[in-house]
């Protein structure tokens, strides 16, 4: 009886420490999210899903009432694709207007940086600078970005997820884009995409 008892102690605190390290290994979503959740079990949190369609890579929605979002959050786009398991998770931020020179974006690039790097490590470097003198001013710094002369950006990844950080701009406009990727379910997505296109031949 007592051995029966230490055993099913043991089998329960060996359960504990396997759920606890699929928690540490599970890839990180954001906001809240699990990737693989279904749309129903995404509007199960209360998340709202609206604008939804039938995109290139499957089904995409942009969400709302997310159970936790970063404060500057203006918009976020789910894509499920073709199995009905959210695989990406896209967020774009407020715009600073008039940023010619980029300091507001890139505030908010480095904290945002931080705090990834803080759970993560540390991310890559994936950005690169123009190589044209004009594109190259300071004062040219979301212009050249918005035309594809400068990218500012880093990227991490974690066991088969992809985290990606950017600026993105508009001229003289600016604002940070956030993406997660199950790089796994992207790739079953990317399939899908080829045997519809493949059917439409």
């Known amino acids: 009886m007592i051995v029966r008892f230490i055993a099913s102690i043991l089998l329960a605190l060996h359960m504990c420490g396997v759920i606890q390290a ?10 809240g999210l699990k990737f693989g959740m279904s749309k129903a079990e995404v509007k199960s949190m209360g998340v ?38 959210l695989f990406r998770v896209g967020a774009v931020s407020k715009t600073w207007a008039h940023d010619e020179n980029g300091y507001q974006a890139m505030r908010r690039f480095d904290e945002i940086s ?52 950017r600026i993105g701009s508009s001229h003289s406009d600016t604002y940070c884009v956030l993406a997660y990727e199950d790089t796994a379910r992207a790739a079953n997505a990317k399939k899908g995409q080829r045997g519809r296109e493949k059917e439409a031949l």
Do not use: C
């Open 114 to 165: 931080s705090m990834i790097s803080e759970r993560y490590g540390k991310g890559k470097d994936i950005g690169y600078t123009p190589t044209e003198t004009y594109y190259a001013r300071p004062e040219n710094f979301a212009y050249s970005i918005s035309q594809n002369k400068r990218q500012h950006a880093q990227g991490w990844t974690v066991g088969q997820v992809t985290i990606t950080l």
């Open 22 to 31: 699929q928690e540490r290994t599970a890839p990180p979503a954001p906001f």
């Open 48 to 85: 709202l899903l609206l604008e939804e369609k039938d995109g290139a890579l499957g089904a995409e929605a942009s969400a709302r009432n997310l159970p936790k979002v970063l404060s500057d959050t203006e918009a976020v786009r789910l894509m499920f694709g073709f199995d009905d398991q």
